[in-house]
């Protein structure tokens, strides 16, 4: 019986891997935390009966409490909330998948405990990675990624030798707005950047699709992850979203992980690494697919991939105020407050206007996303 405890369950990500753990009767829920959908957390802890919920308000934790009165479980809240059910001893494994900066105290206090991190928080390789990836080397914790492009290149990577690697070949579906010009994409309305062609996600991942910011923190997120250079990871368009992503070898050799666009594949090959599982689901039939095409990037008409790449390069605390610009710039689109190509406006505003700091710790990482908050603030 593997235990495993959900940053983030009433999500997008966490839902679906609670749909793994009905699948699989040898996966056992300790801990859950969400951020304010108590209704559907209190659904899930009658369901799964874990030990421990957390959510992020106190207040929220008294109307929970109320309401599983009759169940025996702790309900917390707060950060300190979030670390307890993170270090619970009898997790084994953290999935990590809530959204924002947030995540990232969680995550370092479950690597310090020893547990091994599914990894679907973005946030915490794009602006700590300098500090997470080292410490669980020292703690001898496994991050497994989670994502489907990182998946697939962890997949693609299984008894090969890292050091020959030649390129990671990340594949991105273009979004909703892929072939247009930046022109037409001035009038966008949210409900149209809502309709991602290929995957069912969150509405801020959906955004950042159409934007290509998330393929921007996805290259962040390799760099960090399979410890390689910037300049050997291409992005490249993949309509279909068969083709997950590839690793091309010294020798020319090209491995990729081609599947059906299902998250629940990457969420249960992470939580039974080594192993592989039965999964229901689609299967690719290659005779109906007829074909796969790619394409390269247009990342001048869409820019969130463009700073991603100069907000890595610049390192340091500079990839923190590209994921808090964006993060506050879509909120405020998704509010109707400003228009979809204000999305670039507001990061490239805010990244003209920060002093880089080269090392920053937790502590400056989240001084660094609130003051991008501020300058956001006092300018839209």
């Given at each position: 019986?593997?235990?495993?405890?959900?940053?983030?369950?009433?999500?997008?990500?966490?839902?679906?891997?609670?749909?793994?753990?009905?699948?699989?009767?040898?996966?056992?829920?300790?801990?859950?935390?969400?951020?304010?959908n108590i209704r559907k957390l209190e659904?899930?802890?009658?369901?799964?009966?874990?030990?421990?919920?957390?959510?992020?308000?106190?207040?929220?934790?008294?109307?929970?409490?109320?309401?599983?009165?009759?169940?025996?479980?702790?309900?917390?809240?707060?950060?300190?909330?979030?670390?307890?059910?993170?270090?619970?001893?009898?997790?084994?494994?953290?999935?990590?998948?809530?959204?924002?900066?947030?995540?990232?105290?969680?995550?370092?206090?479950?690597?310090?405990?020893?547990?091994?991190?599914?990894?679907?928080?973005?946030?915490?390789?794009?602006?700590?990675?300098?500090?997470?990836?080292?410490?669980?080397?020292?703690?001898?914790?496994?991050?497994?990624?989670?994502?489907?492009?990182?998946?697939?290149?962890?997949?693609?990577?299984?008894?090969?030798?890292?050091?020959?690697?030649?390129?990671?070949?990340?594949?991105?579906?273009?979004?909703?707005?892929?072939?247009?010009?930046?022109?037409?994409?001035?009038?966008?309305?949210?409900?149209?950047?809502?309709?991602?062609?290929?995957?069912?996600?969150?509405?801020?991942?959906?955004?950042?699709?159409?934007?290509?910011?998330?393929?921007?923190?996805?290259?962040?997120?390799?760099?960090?992850?399979?410890?390689?250079?910037?300049?050997?990871?291409?992005?490249?368009?993949?309509?279909?979203?068969?083709?997950?992503?590839?690793?091309?070898?010294?020798?020319?050799?090209?491995?990729?992980?081609?599947?059906?666009?299902?998250?629940?594949?990457?969420?249960?090959?992470?939580?039974?690494?080594?192993?592989r599982r039965f999964l229901a689901g689609?299967?690719?039939?290659?005779?109906?697919?007829?074909?796969?095409?790619?394409?390269?990037?247009?990342?001048?008409?869409?820019?969130?991939?463009?700073?991603?790449?100069?907000?890595?390069?610049?390192?340091?605390?500079?990839?923190?105020?590209?994921?808090?610009?964006?993060?506050?710039?879509?909120?405020?689109?998704?509010?109707?407050?400003?228009?979809?190509?204000?999305?670039?406006?507001?990061?490239?505003?805010?990244?003209?206007?920060?002093?880089?700091?080269?090392?920053?710790?937790?502590?400056?990482?989240?001084?660094?996303?609130?003051?991008?908050y501020e300058m956001i603030e006092s300018?839209?």
């Amino acid at each position: 019986m593997k235990k495993i405890a959900i940053l983030g369950s009433t999500g997008s990500i966490g839902t679906q891997t609670l749909e793994v753990v009905r699948a699989n009767q040898d996966l056992k829920v300790l801990a859950l935390a969400a951020g304010h959908n108590i209704r559907k957390l209190e659904e899930q802890i009658r369901e799964f009966h874990p030990v421990l919920a957390a959510v992020w308000q106190e207040a929220d934790a008294k109307k929970l409490r109320a309401a599983v009165a009759d169940l025996d479980v702790k309900i917390v809240s707060g950060m300190e909330g979030l670390i307890e059910m993170a270090v619970l001893p009898e997790a084994e494994i953290l999935v990590t998948a809530i959204v924002g900066m947030i995540g990232i105290r969680p995550t370092i206090e479950a690597i310090k405990a020893g547990k091994d991190i599914a990894l679907a928080n973005k946030e915490t390789l794009v602006t700590a990675g300098h500090i997470i990836m080292p410490l669980a080397k020292r703690h001898q914790v496994r991050i497994l990624p989670v994502d489907s492009e990182h998946s697939a290149i962890f997949q693609s990577l299984n008894g090969e030798r890292p050091e020959r690697i030649e390129k990671i070949l990340l594949t991105a579906s273009g979004g909703p707005f892929r072939g247009k010009k930046r022109e037409e994409l001035a009038d966008i309305r949210v409900e149209d950047a809502l309709k991602h062609p290929n995957w069912s996600m969150g509405r801020k991942i959906t955004i950042d699709s159409a934007t290509l910011v998330n393929k921007g923190l996805e290259v962040m997120e390799v760099k960090w992850l399979f410890g390689v250079e910037l300049d050997r990871i291409q992005v490249v368009v993949q309509p279909q979203s068969v083709i997950h992503s590839m690793v091309e070898y010294a020798d020319g050799a090209v491995i990729a992980q081609l599947g059906t666009p299902d998250m629940k594949l990457p969420i249960q090959y992470a939580l039974y690494y080594p192993d592989r599982r039965f999964l229901a689901g689609d299967r690719l039939d290659f005779a109906k697919l007829g074909s796969i095409t790619f394409e390269e990037p247009d990342m001048e008409t869409f820019l969130g991939l463009k700073y991603a790449l100069e907000a890595s390069r610049a390192g340091g605390s500079m990839p923190t105020v590209f994921n808090a610009a964006n993060e506050r710039a879509v909120a405020k689109f998704l509010e109707q407050k400003i228009g979809f190509l204000d999305i670039y406006d507001v990061i490239a505003y805010c990244m003209q206007n920060h002093k880089v700091i080269a090392d920053p710790s937790v502590e400056e990482i989240l001084e660094t996303e609130q003051a991008v908050y501020e300058m956001i603030e006092s300018r839209w």
